[in-house]
């Protein structure tokens, strides 16, 4: 960073670090007089290539891009019913949507078409009950995908209204066990 660019960010107010390829040391001087500011050399801009900036307030968020992929040998059926290959299929499918979805996504697939989509809600049932309504009457027989575990089975009883008859979900929550029955008692794999 030469001294010109320095300069200009010094004007522009509050700094608490900034990051850079390198200084200049005119610029380094200059910013000796800001207490507290840290001053980062990358040189290496590869490093982010694959990180995704979002402004918030106050700053930015840097997030890497979600690269991972599902793979099929790991997923584990937990419930009575299994799903049937056309099932797997459409959920693996639905799990593939809900990954670009903003949070606490709930994709309804049939086949291979995503029929419903309820995202960015604070409740998981209230994302469910959104992709319902997006859905129309498509969702009857659909499968379910959701990109974070259910917190309650509440949600279970929110997707066997809206139609789904198998649901794909990462697990992990402390009542995982009432999930799993919930899915059994509505006969959903």
Same mark, same amino acid.
């Given at each position: 960073?030469?001294?010109?660019?320095?300069?200009?960010?010094?004007?522009?107010?509050?700094? $608490? *670090?900034?990051?850079? +390829? =390198?200084?200049?040391? $005119?610029?380094?001087?200059?910013?000796?007089?800001?207490?507290?500011?840290?001053?980062? $050399?990358?040189?290496?801009?590869?490093?982010?290539?694959?990180?995704?900036?979002?402004?918030?307030?106050? =700053?930015?968020?840097? $997030?890497?891009?979600?690269?991972?992929?599902?793979?099929?040998?790991?997923?584990?059926?937990?419930?009575?019913?299994?799903?049937?290959?056309?099932?797997?299929?459409?959920?693996?499918?639905?799990?593939?949507?809900?990954?670009?979805?903003?949070?606490?996504?709930?994709?309804? +697939?049939? =086949?291979?078409?995503?029929? =419903?989509?309820?995202?960015?809600?604070?409740?998981?049932?209230?994302?469910?009950?959104? +992709?319902?309504?997006?859905?129309?009457?498509?969702?009857?027989? *659909? *499968?379910? +995908?959701?990109?974070?575990?259910?917190?309650?089975?509440?949600?279970?009883?929110?997707?066997?209204?809206?139609?789904?008859?198998?649901?794909?979900?990462?697990?992990?929550?402390?009542?995982?066990?009432?999930?799993?029955?919930? *899915?059994?008692?509505?006969?959903?794999?």
């Amino acid at each position: 960073m030469d001294l010109k660019t320095a300069k200009l960010i010094i004007k522009s107010g509050f700094l $608490e *670090c900034i990051i850079a +390829a =390198g200084f200049d040391q $005119e610029a380094r001087d200059l910013f000796k007089a800001k207490k507290n500011l840290r001053l980062l $050399e990358l040189k290496d801009w590869s490093v982010v290539s694959d990180l995704q900036m979002k402004r918030v307030s106050g =700053g930015l968020l840097l $997030e890497s891009s979600d690269s991972l992929t599902l793979d099929k040998r790991k997923l584990k059926v937990v419930t009575k019913k299994k799903p049937s290959q056309a099932q797997m299929q459409s959920l693996i499918f639905a799990w593939k949507v809900a990954k670009h979805v903003k949070s606490n996504a709930i994709v309804l +697939a049939v =086949g291979t078409a995503t029929v =419903g989509i309820g995202a960015g809600q604070m409740s998981r049932v209230d994302s469910v009950m959104i +992709a319902k309504s997006k859905s129309s009457k498509l969702s009857q027989y *659909c *499968c379910l +995908a959701s990109d974070a575990f259910f917190p309650k089975a509440d949600a279970i009883s929110w997707a066997h209204k809206a139609g789904a008859n198998a649901i794909i979900q990462p697990g992990g929550s402390i009542a995982d066990g009432d999930i799993i029955a919930s *899915c059994d008692r509505y006969k959903i794999a």
